[in-house]
């Protein structure tokens, strides 16, 4: 690890920053000794339609785990994205449009933002979408899926925004555990100059998980044709053109459910996130600004996709509360040429540029002559996320893509934490490359070993947060249990975030990586546990076992132990049918990396497979396998060394 320190930028830089150190240590302070004074103020930053008379009503405490706050207020989160912007920034531009084709771009107003959003709300009602509806959005990267998500919010919608690179599958699935019959799709999506048939993989998701009376609400961004269900498929610019532009705001609770986000668990299917409405805006617009540093006037680009939480966290909700200007970005870093990313930050003379490392280590790999033919002088601040930065990677993003001048701001946090919840303050705090540094207001992280025991003082353990936060998940929708037994339960009193973690003498955090069953591959989650029942689901498949390894590009590789059913036989084309099937069941986010022929699996004699040994021999790592002898057939272990895939 680098032990070398940036300090934060001196002169004007650091004039403009909304918090210096002095500042930052004064507020942390405050939000730990007084959560409801302090969290009181913030959440004022809002409009309420009712204000709330009661700030922070929250258990960790087992039996009794329950998250409330601001829950006697009522508001409307599109009002607070959209309408309260309009008298002083209605012909400002909201958000940004570039297409995957560079010659394809649109600026939408805050004017235009409100019309279409009303219009899409009223499109909603009038096909029977009430409060509380769960409403699923499978859209490529374009305005519409922003003005989906913020038409549920207007009328208290809840939306279920599933990655357009999701298989049909994993999108029937979700639809299935949301309960949801109105689902709104594409025609195709555009990436990389490469058609997703969108349309089509609803259709097939629908013939598994569909009752028969949803309804498809079809955007149309490509116009070639596609197949089409009369009575149950409806074009969106013929409903939009017949609806008013007129729609009343729906008055929403703050503990009110905003949206549901799917994510993989180290057990057992994805598991519907669910956040509600007024504590989420307060900590996405407070963390949108001080985070990133935002001022009015600057344009911030965020390249996730809305089909994640940073997406709906830091593409749609923080920056629009803020009345910000957002970029929306529907290609790939790679296309047509390397140097996309820059030259869209020069055509929209970008300021704070948000991205992840797996894109980094990429662009990092094609070289720095495709980032130093553009110009970037409009980059202010650079941010990562999604996974641990190597300080190599953050040293060229800092001195190759800022050439020296912006801060990095290394933000750890999760879909359930709703916002960042460790980050540097650019203007106040000093930069370790690697680090994530320290928590933000009101957070409280905590190192405990496997038995529980914190651990003070410069130390590495299991990361836990003590307290509640306004932006975190509620609950897992339809399993309160199940939120309970995976957040809760591990580390009585506390959140366990699932990380591992390593302070500093500093007091700096250093995220290590998932300590359970979840792999982090170029930035997205993946269980285990999922890419193990897609590949039993193979007819030829008799048991799998799955593993992350180090993976150059990616961060994490998945790598898979595969037994096949007696009769079946190994070959090339076995790895190929396998890895075709893997991407058929959720998606080629899943794609295995290495599959490795298994003639049996290292069990205990209670039949559990010993995930640590198979971890081990994925790492190339075998010389140190520890104790074997509680394994029911020690012998296996040899031929999957002999065996292994990921030889150095
Ligand atoms: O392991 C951590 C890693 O990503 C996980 C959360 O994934 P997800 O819910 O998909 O949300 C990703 C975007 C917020 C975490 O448990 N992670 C995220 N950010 C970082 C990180 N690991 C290290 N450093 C980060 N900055």
Redesign the pocket.
């Known amino acids: 690890m680098s032990g070398k320190l940036y300090p934060v930028p001196a002169g004007e830089w650091r004039e403009r920053a909304w918090l210096d150190a002095k500042a930052y240590d004064a507020l942390y302070k405050r939000s730990i000794s007084d959560p409801q004074g302090f969290w009181g103020e913030i959440g004022r930053r809002l409009d309420w339609i009712k204000p709330y008379t009661r700030v922070k009503n929250t258990s960790f405490v087992p039996g009794d785990v329950s998250i409330k706050w601001y829950e006697d207020g009522t508001l409307n989160v599109a009002a607070n994205c959209i309408d309260r912007h309009l008298a002083t920034r209605g012909d400002q531009v909201a958000i940004i449009w570039e297409g995957d084709d560079p010659t394809q771009e649109e600026q939408i107003t805050y004017r235009q933002l409100h019309e279409r959003v009303c219009k899409f709300a009223n499109v909603l009602k009038a096909h029977g979408v009430k409060k509380g509806d769960r409403v699923t959005i499978y859209l490529p990267m374009i305005p519409e899926a922003a003005y989906a998500m913020l038409a549920c919010a207007r009328i208290g919608a809840i939306h279920s925004v599933v990655f357009g690179g999701f298989s049909p599958e994993a999108l029937a699935g979700r639809i299935e555990d949301a309960q949801s019959k109105f689902i709104i799709t594409a025609d195709e999506g555009v990436r990389g100059g490469k058609f997703i048939p969108l349309k089509k993989n609803t259709d097939d998701a629908l013939a598994k998980a569909g009752k028969g009376d949803e309804t498809v609400l079809v955007v149309r961004r490509t116009g070639r044709p596609v197949p089409w269900t009369a009575g149950r498929d409806l074009w969106a610019h013929e409903e939009t053109a017949r609806v008013s532009a007129d729609c009343p705001l729906a008055e929403i609770n703050a503990e009110d459910a905003l949206f549901i986000l799917y994510?993989s668990g180290s057990t057992g299917k994805p598991k519907g996130v669910l956040h509600t409405s007024g504590g989420y805006l307060t900590y996405a617009a407070l963390t949108h600004q001080y985070v990133f540093d935002y001022h009015d006037g600057d344009i911030y680009w965020c390249t996730a996709d809305v089909g994640?939480?940073?997406g709906h966290s830091y593409i749609v909700y923080g920056p629009l509360a803020n009345g910000a200007t957002t970029l929306m970005f529907e290609g790939v870093p790679n296309y047509p040429t390397m140097s996309r990313f820059w030259n869209v930050v020069d055509k929209w003379k970008v300021n704070i540029f948000y991205t992840a490392p797996t894109a980094i280590r990429a662009l990092m790999g094609a070289g720095d002559d495709f980032v130093k033919s553009s110009d970037r002088s409009s980059l202010r601040l650079l941010g990562?996320?999604?996974?641990?930065?190597n300080p190599e990677a953050w040293e060229w993003y800092h001195n190759v893509v800022g050439e020296g001048r912006s801060p990095i701001v290394?933000?750890?946090?999760?879909?359930?934490t709703g916002g960042i919840l460790i980050s540097p303050l650019p203007g106040a705090t000093a930069l370790k490359p690697g680090s994530?540094t320290l928590p933000f207001f009101g957070v409280q992280p905590e190192l405990v070993d496997d038995k529980g025991t914190v651990q003070s003082g410069a130390a590495t353990g299991n990361l836990v947060i003590l307290d509640s936060w306004p932006g975190q998940a509620r609950t897992i929708y339809g399993d309160h249990e199940r939120f309970v037994q995976t957040y809760f339960a591990t580390y009585p009193g506390t959140y366990f975030?699932?990380?591992g973690c390593r302070r500093d003498e500093d007091g700096y955090y250093w995220?290590t990586?998932?300590v359970d069953d979840v792999i982090?591959v170029s930035?997205?989650?993946l269980g285990t546990a999922e890419v193990e029942s897609a590949l039993v689901s193979h007819p030829k498949v008799a048991e799998a076992a799955v593993v992350g390894y180090p993976h150059n590009l990616k961060g994490q590789g998945i790598y898979c132990y595969v037994t096949l059913n007696a009769g079946e036989a190994w070959s090339p084309e076995m790895v190929k049918e396998l890895t075709a099937h893997v991407r058929k069941e959720i998606g080629p986010i899943a794609s295995p990396d290495l599959i490795q022929f298994a003639p049996g699996l290292p069990k205990t004699r209670s039949g559990k497979i010993m995930r640590r040994i198979l971890r081990k021999i994925a790492e190339d790592e075998y010389s140190n396998l520890g104790d074997i002898s509680t394994l029911a057939d020690p012998a296996v272990v040899q031929d999957l060394i002999d065996n292994r895939q990921n030889r150095r």
């Open positions: 994510t994640w939480v940073t990562s996320v999604g996974e641990p930065i290394d933000t750890w946090w999760q879909t359930e994530a975030t699932g990380d995220i990586g998932r982090n930035g997205h989650r």
